[in-house]
């Protein structure tokens, strides 16, 4: 048998030890309700000539409604 990589025992003991520090999972339902208007916001940098990701947090809003 052929193995590539490295092989190592897998430490449970740790690996439960970081179950019990780990948050609980957030369900989707418990997350808020936002829209954001995609194509508004597409078009908008366009228009300015700048990337999304550029764009001030105040222009941002703009297109998110909660």
């Known amino acids: 048998m ?5 092989m190592r025992k897998f430490n449970y003991e740790q690996y439960y030890k970081q179950l019990e520090t780990m948050p609980e999972p957030i369900m ?3 997350l808020p309700k936002v829209k954001l208007n ?3 916001i597409r078009d908008y ?3 300015k000539g700048v990337s999304i990701a550029s764009l001030s947090d105040a222009e941002k809003q703009l ?3 909660t």
């Open 2 to 6: 052929i193995m590539s990589g490295l």
């Open 28 to 30: 989707a339902s418990e």
């Open 38 to 40: 995609l194509k508004g």
């Open 45 to 47: 940098a366009q228009k």
């Open 63 to 65: 297109f998110i409604q």
